[in-house]
């Protein structure tokens, strides 16, 4: 019997725009949206559809939007009765897998990503770095890479996000050291990334106390159905462990493939990615063709 997985996106598939359609058709997603303006104290929807873009993509922004767009398209994905077996979010995506999944509620939610975009956005600033996709490089020589670039400083492989597709963080000086030897060893391509900071990296250190706190102020249920973690790559269900993987995931690199091997071997066949874009849809295609995602992020995508 075919199982299917509710997918939740994270930063980078944000864009102007986003969630507007959905806001003008759907009363539960205008809730959810009226809902974040006043958790917020400021007019998100503003943001979300007239920008500037730089004020959308400033990490502190990006991570409530993107996580109150997931939450107003789940409202209606609840209105079509789709229920889902598994659920996972890539890196801010499983704050929103979290909450699909009854652990805590929207506004504990919101005000969690705030404060995780603001410390992320800080710890940038205090500890500078970069961050890199790695096309088309066989992991093994990626960590050839990744090894021959440490004398360089701090640098970590941060997303295995497809088989072809793994991106690096760290240090600036490391990360560019990085970059030059993938393209030695074979690297199809090498794409450096506009983010304020080096994500799933160490750097992030600085942000772990303030997060740690704000995640130990909120309670935590168990989850109506198996949260796959990004930490762990398999499914975690204590509220402890949850707070802890969310805590780990500031300085863990982000296990997208093998998240997603585990849910095909459960038997999973369809994914719903549920929010902005079509970003997941396109990594699945990188690893396992067992699973098909259809976006849900509009009126007309389950028309």
């Known amino acids: 019997m075919s199982k299917r997985i509710l997918l939740f996106p994270g930063q980078g598939s944000q864009y102007l725009g986003m969630g507007k359609k959905l806001s003008e058709s759907h009363a539960g997603a205008k809730r959810i949206l009226d809902e974040a303006n006043a958790v917020l104290g400021f007019d998100l929807s503003d943001i979300l559809w007239n920008g500037p873009e730089e004020k959308l993509t400033s990490t502190d922004n990006t991570q409530p939007a993107l996580f109150t767009v997931s939450m107003m398209a789940y409202e209606w994905l609840k209105e079509h009765h789709l229920s889902a077996d598994y659920a996972a979010g890539h890196s801010l995506g499983e704050y929103s ?3 699909a999944a009854g652990v805590f509620s929207f506004a504990d939610g919101l005000r969690l990503v705030r404060l995780r975009g603001e410390l992320m956005a800080k710890a940038g600033v205090a500890k ?3 961050m890199s996709a790695i096309l088309g490089l066989e992991r093994d020589k990626l960590e050839e890479a990744l090894a ?3 004398s360089a400083g701090i640098v970590v492989a941060a997303n295995f996000n497809s088989t ?6 760290g240090e600036s000086a490391a990360v560019e050291a990085a970059e030059k030897l993938s393209t030695e060893l074979g690297a199809k391509k090498v794409v450096r990334l506009a983010v304020s900071g080096a994500f799933h990296s160490p750097l992030m250190g600085y942000a772990v106390d303030g997060l740690g706190a704000g995640l130990e102020s909120v309670a935590f249920a168990a989850p109506k159905i198996p949260i796959i973690n990004n930490v762990d ?3 975690e269900s204590d509220p402890a462990a949850l707070k802890d993987g969310l805590l780990r995931q500031l300085t863990s ?3 997208w493939v093998e998240s997603m091997q585990f849910a095909a071997a459960q038997g999973v066949t369809e994914g719903l990615e549920v929010g902005a874009g079509k970003v ?3 990594l699945l295609r990188g690893i396992t063709r067992d699973i098909k995602v ?4 509009n009126p007309e995508d389950l028309a």
């Open 97 to 99: 897998a979290l909450c």
């Open 128 to 130: 500078p770095g970069a």
């Open 148 to 150: 021959g670039a440490a």
């Open 164 to 169: 072809t597709q793994i991106v690096i963080s």
């Open 233 to 235: 790559a398999h499914t």
């Open 253 to 255: 690199p982000v296990r």
């Open 280 to 282: 997941l849809m396109g």
């Open 294 to 297: 259809t976006p849900v992020e």
